[in-house]
């Protein structure tokens, strides 16, 4: 029988540690690294994110404050927004007169890591120009129509005449606990329905009553309404008239000078946009059919704009006057039934806009120009 050779088989195992543990360890390191940047890089985002949120609540502070005070000049000192004691975040807010109807607010949020630290880990300071609204002795005046206003719409800044009927949804709002405002209604908006003798003030009885409620809206002001018995969801002091309330004619405008100016005809549906898309309406411009606006579209004016439909603008649009016009006001004539501005809707120096029903949906003052001035 042969006996079996046994061979002698030496390791290689540690050669090929030798070889590849280095790699291993430098791809551990890379990653790491990557790892402690990308961690880096969030939290600074996240502060960044902080400052952008604490500088929006110095816009929203001045609106309120020179809404009540229109002196109001600032905090003067920066103010506390969060503290978790790891973080912190402030605001602080100057407001500068620039003519007898304007005010600069300048805003500058900031973060802070760690909480007790006192320089800021970013900031972030925006500039807005702020600029009353005013139809003679009121902030609106709306048509036959009337004023419908849906999730969170505000006048807070100014006095509201309605020659047609008021309809206020969900927190809906007119005027505030601490600025209480005028309201007027005249209830023009009969018979129903219309036929030669519409527009005339409806008689008691007729109609139903011009103020109407849903959910949380409310009116802080004193009210006079024709025809309105119900006081309720009006307070400061609310319900003082249900008669004696005259029809106001509406701002003038020449509207066949107008028609007659047209250079330029779109339809709606080019006219139109949405989901982060940006469009511009020329001067003298004419718009058949309906057009809608919406999905953070931004529309801006350049100059006087007609529209043959409706205008509809929804979910964080802005229609913004061009810087270009300067004091130029320019005019959205509208055949349509109504122009909506729902859902954080933003008009940005917005015209006068001649139709039978308004629905506005940003606070007075109006914000006529945001400018992002330094971010750090």
Same mark, same amino acid.
């Given at each position: 029988?042969?006996?079996?050779?046994? +061979?002698?088989?030496?390791?290689?195992?540690?050669?090929?540690? &030798? =070889?590849?543990?280095?790699?291993?360890?430098?791809?551990?390191? +890379?990653?790491?690294?990557?790892?402690?940047?990308? =961690?880096?890089?969030?939290?600074?985002?996240?502060?960044?994110?902080? $400052?952008?949120? %604490?500088?929006?609540? /110095?816009?929203?502070?001045? +609106?309120?404050?020179?809404?009540?005070? %229109?002196?109001? !000049?600032?905090?003067?000192?920066?103010?506390?927004?969060?503290?978790?004691?790891?973080?912190?975040?402030?605001?602080?807010?100057? !407001?500068?007169?620039?003519?007898?109807?304007?005010?600069?607010?300048?805003?500058?949020?900031?973060?802070?890591?760690?909480?007790?630290?006192?320089?800021?880990?970013?900031?972030?300071?925006?500039?807005?120009?702020?600029?009353? *609204?005013?139809?003679?002795?009121?902030?609106?005046?709306?048509? *036959?129509? /009337?004023?419908?206003?849906?999730?969170? $719409? #505000?006048? @807070?800044?100014?006095?509201?005449?309605?020659?047609?009927?008021?309809?206020?949804?969900?927190?809906?709002?007119?005027?505030?606990?601490?600025?209480?405002? #005028? @309201?007027? *209604?005249?209830?023009?908006?009969?018979?129903?329905?219309?036929?030669?003798?519409?527009?005339?003030?409806?008689?008691? /009885?007729?109609?139903?009553?011009?103020?109407?409620?849903?959910?949380?809206?409310?009116?802080?002001?004193?009210?006079? %309404?024709?025809?309105?018995?119900?006081?309720?969801?009006?307070?400061?002091?609310?319900?003082?008239?249900?008669?004696? &309330?005259? !029809?106001?004619?509406?701002?003038?405008?020449?509207?066949?000078?107008?028609?007659?100016?047209?250079?330029?005809?779109?339809?709606? $549906?080019?006219?139109?946009?949405?989901?982060?898309?940006?469009?511009?309406?020329? %001067?003298?411009?004419?718009?058949?059919?309906? &057009?809608? @606006?919406?999905?953070?579209?931004?529309?801006?004016?350049?100059?006087?704009?007609?529209?043959?439909?409706?205008?509809?603008?929804?979910?964080?649009?802005?229609?913004?006057?061009?810087?270009? =016009?300067?004091?130029?006001?320019?005019?959205?004539?509208?055949?349509?039934?109504?122009?909506?501005?729902?859902?954080?809707?933003?008009?940005?120096?917005?015209?006068?806009?001649?139709?039978?029903?308004? +629905?506005?949906? #940003?606070?007075?003052?109006?914000?006529?120009?945001? @400018?992002?001035?330094?971010?750090?």
């Amino acid at each position: 029988m042969k006996k079996l050779r046994v +061979l002698n088989q030496n390791g290689s195992v540690l050669l090929a540690l &030798v =070889l590849i543990l280095p790699s291993l360890i430098l791809i551990t390191s +890379l990653y790491l690294q990557l790892t402690v940047s990308s =961690l880096r890089v969030a939290q600074k985002d996240q502060l960044h994110t902080h $400052a952008q949120l %604490a500088t929006d609540a /110095g816009i929203d502070r001045s +609106l309120y404050e020179i809404n009540r005070d %229109a002196t109001w !000049a600032g905090t003067g000192t920066e103010i506390e927004l969060h503290n978790d004691g790891s973080t912190k975040t402030t605001y602080q807010v100057t !407001a500068m007169s620039n003519g007898p109807d304007n005010k600069i607010v300048t805003s500058t949020g900031r973060s802070y890591r760690p909480a007790s630290s006192t320089t800021p880990e970013s900031f972030v300071t925006v500039k807005v120009d702020l600029r009353a *609204v005013k139809a003679g002795n009121f902030s609106i005046v709306t048509g *036959v129509g /009337g004023l419908f206003m849906t999730n969170r $719409a #505000k006048i @807070v800044g100014g006095d509201v005449f309605v020659n047609g009927e008021i309809d206020l949804r969900n927190s809906a709002q007119i005027g505030l606990t601490t600025n209480s405002v #005028k @309201v007027d *209604v005249a209830h023009q908006n009969c018979p129903n329905p219309p036929d030669a003798t519409y527009p005339r003030t409806c008689n008691p /009885g007729e109609n139903g009553e011009p103020i109407s409620f849903r959910n949380r809206a409310h009116i802080y002001g004193t009210v006079k %309404a024709n025809n309105q018995i119900s006081g309720t969801d009006m307070s400061n002091p609310g319900l003082v008239a249900s008669s004696g &309330v005259a !029809a106001q004619p509406l701002p003038p405008h020449d509207r066949d000078a107008q028609k007659a100016a047209v250079t330029t005809t779109i339809t709606g $549906a080019a006219a139109s946009c949405s989901d982060n898309e940006t469009r511009t309406w020329a %001067a003298n411009t004419k718009i058949t059919g309906d &057009v809608t @606006v919406t999905n953070r579209c931004d529309v801006t004016v350049l100059g006087n704009v007609w529209i043959t439909g409706t205008l509809e603008t929804r979910n964080s649009t802005q229609v913004i006057v061009s810087d270009a =016009l300067g004091a130029t006001q320019p005019v959205i004539m509208i055949d349509g039934v109504s122009a909506e501005f729902n859902n954080r809707t933003c008009l940005k120096a917005m015209p006068v806009v001649p139709v039978s029903k308004l +629905l506005p949906t #940003k606070a007075m003052p109006l914000v006529h120009r945001i @400018v992002p001035a330094l971010r750090g």
